[in-house]
């Protein structure tokens, strides 16, 4: 074993110089190793802390699954939380995945930008998202909504919203414009 191995060196008087490179190269590995599996134990704790923040900060989602529920939650929220650099939290969320009673999600799916109600309330995108597409689903056919009727209906539902970021979810939820919604 290398113990013994490094004993023997140890107790030898005589440094034999292909026993000291051996005892050299073995040392220069198992320092490597160390290294290595310190790297994995930090990475490791960085997710744990990471996906600890994510669930706290988005508690109501992961009680129930509801979307809706979900907070306009950025980097620089979760970042701030851990005590760690924005790309820190960047590098930790992407390509990396959560199981949850409701499914696996995507760790960058609970970041979304938010938009402030009238009563001062800040929603997720993703629920603005989600109302745009009930609206529409709910609307006459014959005469769909347009992208500034839309900015209307959810203005004086307490959502203060432009059209232009009404155009940019509807687009995103891949549903197409009032005139080629129309049906006859």
Known sequence: SYA????????????????????????????????????????????????KAIVDFQYEFFLEGDETKLKPMILKDIANMIGMDISTVSRVASSKSVQTDFGIYP????????????????????????????????????????????????????YNIARRTVAKYR???NIPVARLRKEL
């Open 107 to 158: 760790l960058k799916y609970f970041f979304s930008e938010g938009i402030t109600t009238d009563s001062g309330e800040e929603v997720s995108s993703r629920e603005v998202k989600q109302i745009i597409k009930e609206i529409i689903d709910s609307e006459d056919k014959s005469k769909p909504y347009s992208d500034d009727k839309l900015e209307k209906i959810l203005n004086q539902r307490g």
């Open 4 to 51: 013994e191995m490094f004993k023997a060196y140890d107790k030898s008087d005589k440094k034999d110089k292909k026993l000291k490179e051996a005892v050299t190269f073995v040392k220069h590995k198992l320092d490597a190793a160390k290294w290595f599996i310190d790297a994995i134990k930090q990475r490791q704790q960085t997710l744990l802390k990471t996906m």
């Open 171 to 173: 687009e995103q939820l």
